[in-house]
């Protein structure tokens, strides 16, 4: 799917944090020019070659969560930014803009060690 058609898919959600979903969006495909985004589980995903990234989980409405997988193992977080003790799974979770942006930094590191994992 392509960016324009997740772009469609936005524009016709209802859900309270739609603009951080677009905020989220852009930070994850801004920090790797490997990251691609298509619509998978009913949700915007990330993805690289063959390999998910994870995808927006927007069932809750009090907050964003984004579920990443790791198929190539888990990068480190000494942020604290990833939450649970999944095998294979973190959740991120963001409050509204300012979280978002407090977390960039950290969002954008994840996202390049997560890419670095990836086989050659």
Do not use: C, Q
Not at 23 to 49: D, T
Not at 100 to 119: D, T
Request: glycine residues 8%.
């Amino acid at each position: 799917m392509s960016a324009s058609e997740v772009d469609e898919y936005l524009a016709g959600l209802e859900h309270p944090f739609v603009t951080e979903v677009r905020l989220i969006r852009g930070i994850v495909l801004g920090a790797n020019p490997a990251i691609a985004e298509r619509i998978k589980w009913k949700s915007p995903s990330f993805y690289s070659g063959k390999d998910d990234l994870g995808a927006f989980e927007l069932r809750p409405r009090e907050f964003v969560r984004l579920v990443l997988v790791f198929p190539h193992g888990l990068v480190p977080d000494p942020t604290g930014l990833m939450l649970g003790d999944w095998k294979d799974r973190r959740e991120l979770r963001f409050t509204g803009t300012d979280d978002i942006v407090a977390k960039r930094a950290a969002l954008e590191n994840v996202v390049n060690a997560w890419v670095g994992l990836l086989p050659s």
